[in-house]
Every structure is written in C-alpha cells, then in structure tokens.
C-alpha cells in the first residue's frame, strides 16, 4: 500500500471532510514522530494516514471500529505492523500496543483535535497564529475540547517524549499542512 493507494481508498470509504483532515493531521504528526525518533517515516505516516478509514462505515461502533479498518488496510496490502497499530487505536478490544508505532498513533490521535481546536477559537482561525504556550495552556483546560484524552495525549511519556516537546511537534507538524487542513 503506498500514499496514492491510502488516499484513493480513503476517497472512497470516507466522506466527511473533516475526517479527512483529521486522519491528514494524524499523518503529519506521525511522520514528524518517526523523523524524531529514527523511524520509517512513510511506514508511519500511513499509520496515521489509514487509521480511520472505517468510521463511517462502521457508524461509529465502537466494537468493530478499526477492526474493520485493520482488516481493510491488511486487504490493501499494509505491513503487519500498520495493521496492529491501527487495530490497537481502539481500546475497546483490549489489544494491547506493543511496539512504539501502536503507542505513536495511540498519543498523535488526540493531539490533533486539542491543536485544532486551538486554532479554531482563534478570531482568524488559522493555525498560524497559534503559539506552543497556549496549545498547553487549553491542555490543563479541562473543559476545553472537552471529548479530547488528555491522558491519552499525555502516553507520548511511553515514546520517551515530554508533554511539551510532543505538544511542539504535533503543533509544528500540523502548521506545515495548514493548506490541506484549511487551517
Ligand atoms: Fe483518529
């Protein structure tokens, strides 16, 4: 599965926009984990890239969400470890993660609605304007962007990283697509 086939299929199988471009910012922030910490980068931006592609065809059940996914993308062609890491985003399975790409895509996931939603109060809502500071401020904001796991942002610790630093690389990695997230 390389980048052209994820996306047609993501076409395909997907059709809210700002699904999209969440499942885009995932990949942005993969990509930039991978560079950080020596990784195949085009392995884990496809990670990223995949890894709900099977929302809407499940509605939102969370019992066959991304088992569905995994089994679409393993069709696809996608190594076993992409596989994995997608099927082990949801926790309702019990899968445990177990290599450092299941606990990537498991910590960048949420981070990339906490950054959107930065941007989003913004008076110009774009992404440009938002600065590293307040992306942690709206972090111990408990009541902002309230459906996003701070505990779930805050197991980048098990890649090694510190809150700030990965606040910084998502943050950094989203503005460098801010076009193709309209942001
Ligand atoms: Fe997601």
């Known amino acids: 599965m390389n980048r052209e086939e994820a996306l047609n299929s993501i076409e395909a199988n997907v059709e809210n926009r700002n699904l999209i471009k969440h499942m885009l910012a995932t990949e942005a922030i993969m990509r930039a984990l991978a560079r950080h910490l020596g990784k195949d980068e085009e392995e884990w931006g496809l990670t990223g890239l995949v890894h709900d592609i099977d929302v809407e065809l499940t509605g939102g059940d969370m019992n066959t969400h991304s088992k569905l996914g995994a089994d679409l993308v393993g069709e696809m062609g996608a190594s076993e470890d992409i596989v994995h890491a997608v099927l082990c985003h949801n926790e309702a399975h019990g899968v445990p993660r177990n290599t450092k790409l299941d606990k990537a895509l ?38 902002f962007a309230a459906g996003v796991s701070r505990e779930q942002i805050a197991t980048c610790s098990e890649l090694g990283l510190e809150l700030e630093e990965f606040i910084e690389l998502g943050l950094e990695a989203m503005k460098g697509i801010a076009p193709d997230l309209k942001l």
């Open 106 to 143: 498991f910590c960048a996931d949420p981070l990339t609605g906490l950054i959107t939603a930065a941007a989003l109060v913004r008076p110009d809502k774009k992404l440009a304007g938002v600065e590293l500071k307040s992306v942690r401020k709206r972090f111990k904001e408990k009541s």
